[in-house]
């Protein structure tokens, strides 16, 4: 099937955080819908977070979100794939246009982080220009702080 996507600029429709929330437990199903919904009212109390989905029919079926951290920073915070739809480059695809609207937006850095275990995304990071910048020793593992600049040539 053929996947569509969309972004939106701000998280406001009950309608989209309802289908991005039930996404997101399907990706992380360690985390309830209920705790992702309450993430997500806060993260966008704090700060719009702009989200880009791809879609199979009119289900969402991968997602990737971020926010500014500061005038020129961008902060790419989330994003996954369904189980059933990995391996198809719809992160990739989902990363590329993020980068993309980063870029024409201004913002001259992009930081993420993952854990080592999530090696999937870590090499998509690295792929995308990433490099690692930092760890930071948490409650749930070691995290790795990656940044790129906008004006890295290499998108995957």
Same mark, same amino acid.
């Given at each position: 099937m053929n996947q569509?996507?969309?972004?939106?600029?701000?998280?406001?429709?009950?309608?989209d955080c309802n289908a991005l929330t039930g996404l997101l437990?399907?990706?992380?199903?360690?985390?309830?819908?209920?705790?992702w919904e309450s993430?997500? #009212?806060? /993260?966008?109390?704090?700060q719009p977070v =702009?989200?880009?989905?791809?879609?199979?029919?009119?289900?969402?079926?991968?997602?990737?979100?971020?926010?500014e951290?500061?005038?020129?920073?961008?902060?790419s915070w989330l994003g996954g794939v369904h189980p059933d739809h990995r391996c198809q480059g719809l992160a990739a695809e989902?990363? #590329?246009? /993020?980068?993309?609207?980063?870029?024409? =937006?201004?913002?001259?850095?992009?930081r993420t982080q993952t854990f080592n275990r999530w090696r999937a995304m870590?090499?998509?990071n690295l792929r995308f220009g990433f490099d690692i910048v930092g760890t930071v020793q948490g409650g749930r593992g070691l995290t790795l702080v990656l940044e790129k600049s906008t004006a890295?040539?290499?998108?995957?």
């Open positions: 569509t996507f969309r972004f939106l600029p701000t998280l406001s429709a009950a309608t437990h399907q990706i992380f199903p360690d985390t309830s819908v209920l705790d993430e997500l #009212r806060y /993260q966008q109390s704090r =702009q989200v880009w989905l791809a879609f199979s029919g009119d289900q969402p079926v991968a997602c990737k979100l971020g926010y951290r500061k005038p020129g920073h961008y902060y989902l990363m #590329r246009q /993020q980068h993309a609207w980063c870029a024409a =937006q201004g913002y001259h850095t992009i870590l090499l998509l890295s040539a290499k998108t995957g």
